[in-house]
């Protein structure tokens, strides 16, 4: 097995075979190959951004993993941060979440002590999220081929 287009077919075939279990088994084991991602994502904050702020972000970074088996098959590692909720309740419903891309990209924007009227960007070490899915691709993708090939071998036996 490949990869995305192999996902898909597997994916198929489960469903054809009302496989929920096996089903249910490969997607957890998508999970685990994940799950060290996520910590070396979060590990990383504090070193490329300033700490008050690397702890905010990780009380607020949600890391999330999506399995998709339609036309663009694949897996991936989705990440979304609720926005900084201070203020009244006026201003908190008006923001938007935060600039993940562009914080990945090495900027962060910010006020300074508080103050909404006055915003600074300032330069941080890029690729808190880039950086260790690139490092870690090659070992969650071996995991993920494995569990796929182990799963098809199920189907086959059943």
Same mark, same amino acid.
């Given at each position: 097995? #490949? ?12 469903t ?5 279990g ?8 998508i ?9 070396? %994502? ?8 300033? +700490?008050r ?9 949600? $890391?999330? /993993?999506s ?7 694949? /897996?991936?590692? %989705? ?5 900084? #909720? ?5 201003e ?5 979440g935060?600039? $993940?891309?562009r914080?990945?990209g090495? $900027?962060?924007?910010h006020?300074?002590?508080? +103050?909404?009227?006055h915003?600074?960007t300032?330069? /941080? ?5 880039t950086g ?11 995991? %993920? ?6 799963t098809? /071998? ?5």
């Amino acid at each position: 097995m #490949a990869g995305g287009d192999d996902f898909a077919a597997l994916s198929r075939r489960l469903t054809d075979a009302g496989e929920t279990g096996l089903r249910r088994a490969l997607y957890q084991a998508i999970d685990k190959a994940a799950q060290p991602l996520k910590t070396e %994502i979060r590990a990383g904050l504090k070193p490329r951004m300033p +700490n008050r702020y690397a702890e905010t972000l990780d009380a607020d970074l949600k $890391l999330s /993993v999506s399995r998709l088996a339609g036309s663009d098959p694949g /897996v991936r590692l %989705i990440a979304t941060a609720a926005p900084h #909720a201070e203020g009244s309740s006026r201003e908190r419903r008006n923001l938007t979440g935060r600039k $993940l891309r562009r914080l990945d990209g090495g $900027l962060l924007t910010h006020p300074l002590w508080g +103050n909404r009227e006055h915003w600074y960007t300032q330069p /941080v070490t890029p690729g808190f999220f880039t950086g260790p899915c690139k490092a870690s691709a090659p070992r969650a993708r071996r995991e %993920i081929l494995a569990a796929m090939h182990d799963t098809a /071998v199920k189907i086959m036996k059943g």
